[in-house]
């Protein structure tokens, strides 16, 4: 289980993150929703030590970490049990498809090099570009690019895999595949944390929903208790402006 | 006064007895520029405290003034200094005796640095952050990050710019004659001045700087296509 407990973060005198708990059971899919500004990427960004939070821990089983005052090696080991995706993809330039994803594991990781090109063209080939595996990032779309980012998040076989609102650059008509292979994530079991303002695949794919606003967790639970019997008046409020159409298409 | 063709045939061999030299110059300059670029580089972009601001004065300093004159204070005033603190340390080396090539490897590369540096710094700013937020999160070290993700990238984007400096300490090598090195274009005013045949003379050195830039330059922009063959954005 990961617990993640008491989470500040301010900007100067902004505070992003107010106090922000949250557990996350193995192979459990959390998706945080809420209106930008509300903390979601700062959260992720926190526990990732892409950010220095102000407060607060991260704790893979009994192994707590300090997220303000954590070490080098603290940052590095706990960053080797997570998956990062991201929202504008992030892929080495300079490394095709495959080396991102071998780069990672042999670089990053220290997986051997034989094991690491297996695991590598395997994770390609679950994103379905196998075909594409020397191709460098500028030569592919944006959904491409993005599900070799996956691919990248994946083969490493983290603890959990965090995503950074993994849809958001991306081209309408590129989203649904992307998603897909999101689902697919799912799927296999593994934990997430996903970021998005994607509703209905947050329905879909969530086994809890997690609602943000103003830096903090305003209300938690099942997607039908979120989405059919919201509590908080915020909550509603937010619904009600995003997913409005989609309600009617019900 | 006709333009003496025998002459310049005849002088050319021994022109290009020097082009080593000259090729030795402009690389030991851009050898030991790089270096230390590479070293000011990083002080600059880590701001370490009271280094950074040294560099920064040694970069005004060197970019404010014409090479012709940091050759002459180098040469002028260097050995002097040097010879004062060897005899203080009575090291008994006399410093009559150093090759006046090392003040011309000093001269050339203290500029080559200086424009090397600023190169450097711009072009690992411009590699986007979140790759390096990416290698981060596979899990690389920052070392380890900078090295496989940055470095490679950043060179592809300095090197034009450092092909720039490399011509210009090329061309700089002439001012070595300044210093009593001989190199090409001291060996065509020798010539010269031997024959009276300073045109002829200066007329061969000209191809020579032509060619010599040129197989540089080509050589430069073939190493740079490789370097950048991630960025054609078509299969």
Redesign the interface.
Known sequence: MIAIRNVKKSFGKLSVLQDVSLDIKEGEVVVILGPSGSGKTTLLRCI???ERASAGTIAFGDDVVDLKHASKKDI?RT??R???V?Q?Y???????AFENVY???V???KVPKKEAKEKALEALDWVGLLDRKD?????LSGGQQQRV?IA??VA?EPEVILFDEPTSALDPELVGETLEVIKRVAKRGITMIVVTHEMSFAQDVADKIVFMDGGVVVEEGSPNDIFTHPKEERTKQFLKRIIGEFVYEI | MTLDTKFMIEALPEIIRYVPVTLRLALGAVLIALVFSGLFAFILLKKVPVLDKIVKVYLSVIRGTPIILQMFVIYKIAPSVLQAYFTKIHSGIDIFEIDNSWYAYLALSLSATAFFTEAIRAAILSVDKGQLEAAYMVGMTAPVAFWRIILPQAIGVALPIMCNTIVDTVKATSLAFAMAVTEVTGAAKILGGMSLRYFEAYLDIFFVYLILIFAIEFLLKRLEKWLVRYRKATA
């Open positions: 990732s030590f892409l590095l960053r080797r997570e998956g990062f991201f504008s992030n892929l080495f330039a300079n490394k095709t780069e990672g594991l670089s990053g990781r191709y460098y990032p500028a030569q980012g990248r998040a490493l």
